[in-house]
């Protein structure tokens, strides 16, 4: 009892002694040369302490005077069976303790010692002593892994009870890369929680947690625990786009499905399948939108997508909604323009159905460079007479179709009509 009080109180100094006072070969195939007249150590002597990586000896010194050191022999029961390879030298026979701290936890080792000379000549063994190492301590009691947050993970656990833990390791796996993946070291034996940032979304994630002592002398791991990141919004795929609305494009579309939206986002693009930029945000109550744009006919293509409370926005990859502003009305069709007796006669057939109204420009030639276009709007009928007019001056007319928002046609192609001068009498 006393020698094992002597190896528990000395452990620190052997750490000091053994890294330089030994000379190992641990692979040596080298036959050993035996003299059995040299002192074998006593093999009752022998005291040892198991620690979970490390154990430590102690035995009675040898007196023979051609004794100058001891060598080590171990074999691990459950791998190498009883064949035992030199491990280490001593070379100082007054050096009666040795640590050995190639061990691994939980294992049981046989180990033999001899004396050993300056002539590489040594006694025989001790009796086989048999010694096992500690397991490794029990991993924190409770640990927890919280989903359903924005592309991270949430895991809190129990500290762990023995004292000696100075901090954490915390690994990660998935379905997709089943390899353990250490993360980050969480210092302070009393810090309980971590979370894993920038994840992908809707995954499933495993983690584990190792407590590590002072000495980096890990705990079992915990039990493995899995959560899963929070799922985009669902998308909204019931987008109309209007097409006969004018100068506008007027958007609408049913809620999300998701419950905690705060906003739709919305993109327009002029291509279907590409370069489509942001537009505007509304609201989550908000389901539509106008979109003013001022020309006829232009066309638009657009996606919207829906945002959560925690900034995570639905997916663009979403099926293009084409809309339009309102065509311009089709253009009449004239079918006559003559000059009767001391008037302009127009008549004109409608091309459109949604003509409401026409409009008659009249431009006035008076001399070489001066014109004049004078515009006669809100004409119902499908001709225009027109008195004010001289003779000689030429006269040019186009008409124009309107419909009941004031869009107009583009002008038909322009007829001249000159009133003659009359003969003067000679």
Not at 122 to 151: C, H, M, W
Not at 187 to 206: F, M, T, W
Request: net charge positive; glycine share 4%.
């Amino acid at each position: 009892m006393k020698n094992l009080m002597k190896i528990t109180s000395s452990l620190a100094l052997i750490l000091l002694v053994s890294g330089c006072s030994y000379k190992g070969d641990l692979m040596s195939a080298k036959k050993p040369k035996i003299d059995e007249t040299l002192e074998i150590v006593d093999s009752n002597s022998i005291r040892s302490i198991s620690d979970i990586n490390a154990i430590a000896f102690e035995w009675k010194k040898v007196d023979d005077t051609r004794v100058t050191g001891y060598n080590f022999y171990r074999a691990n029961l459950q791998k190498d069976g009883t064949k035992l390879k030199l491990i280490d030298t001593i070379e100082n026979k007054y050096i009666t303790h040795y640590l050995d701290t190639n061990v691994e936890p939980n294992t049981k080792y046989v180990y033999k010692i001899s004396s050993a000379t300056k002539n590489d000549v040594e006694s025989k063994t001790t009796k086989d002593y048999i010694v096992s190492t500690l397991d490794l301590p029990e991993g924190i009691s409770f640990i927890q892994a919280i989903s359903n947050l924005p592309r991270q993970i949430k895991l809190i656990w129990r500290p762990h009870g023995n004292e000696r833990v100075a901090y954490y390791k915390v690994e990660r796996s998935s379905p997709q890369t089943p390899k353990w993946k250490e993360l980050d070291d969480v210092k302070g034996r009393l810090q309980a929680e971590y979370i894993d940032e920038d994840l992908k979304d809707s995954v499933v994630y495993n983690y584990r947690v190792t407590a590590y002592t002072f000495d980096d002398i890990p705990t079992k791991p915990s039990q493995i625990v899995k959560a899963q990141t929070k799922a985009l919004p669902a998308g909204i795929y019931t987008l109309k786009a209007s097409t006969n609305r004018p100068r506008k494009i007027v958007l609408n579309w049913n809620a999300s499905e998701s419950s905690d939206i705060v906003r739709y986002n919305i993109y327009r693009s002029s291509s279907a399948t590409s370069g489509f930029s942001y537009l505007k945000s509304v609201n989550s109550k908000t389901l539509d939108y106008e979109d003013f744009i001022n020309e006829d006919g232009k066309i638009f293509f657009y996606k919207i997508t829906a945002t959560d409370k925690d900034g995570l926005e639905s997916s663009l990859n979403v099926n293009a909604v084409m809309g339009s502003t309102l065509n311009k009305v089709n253009k009449p069709i004239m079918t006559l323009a003559q000059i009767q007796g001391e008037k302009a006669i127009l008549n004109w057939q409608s091309a459109d159905k949604r003509t409401v109204s026409f409009n008659v420009y009249k431009t006035v030639k008076d001399g070489m460079f001066n014109k004049k276009t004078i515009k006669i709007s809100g004409i119902k009928a499908l001709r225009y007479e027109d008195k004010d007019i001289v003779r000689g001056v030429e006269y040019s007319y186009s008409i124009q179709s309107v419909d009941e928002f004031g869009i107009a046609s583009e002008k038909t192609d322009t007829t001249q009509l000159i009133l003659p001068k009359l003969r003067e009498l000679k």
